[in-house]
């Protein structure tokens, strides 16, 4: 019996290893770079709308995007993340998943 309790607690720690590994991998960000033809006013209305950020967060993200040349504005999945991406670049501005 001593054994059994060995054994399931070291598939237990494999388990949460796995876990963590997977979940660390799938993570990606969705970038909103700078450009020249944008206004704020359509970046944060764009986030938004497309992200759900509230308009403080949209226009801090408009702001690193402007005086860094880029923001992540989203974190999720890259399958989850494309939706977002594919709204934001409809919209006219350049965003990448990476």
Do not use: W
Request: proline fraction near 2%.
């Amino acid at each position: 019996m001593n054994n059994f309790k060995i054994h399931y607690q070291y598939q237990e720690d494999k388990r949460e290893e796995v876990l963590e590994s997977i979940s660390d991998e799938e993570l990606s960000d969705l970038i909103v770079y700078n450009d020249d033809v944008n206004t704020f006013d359509h970046v944060i209305n764009t986030l938004i709308k497309v992200c759900k950020h509230t308009p403080e967060q949209a226009e801090q993200c408009t702001l690193l995007v402007h005086y860094k040349g880029k923001c992540a504005v989203k974190k999720g999945s890259f399958v989850d993340l494309i939706p977002y991406r594919q709204g934001i670049v409809d919209a006219g501005i350049n965003a990448e998943i990476e």
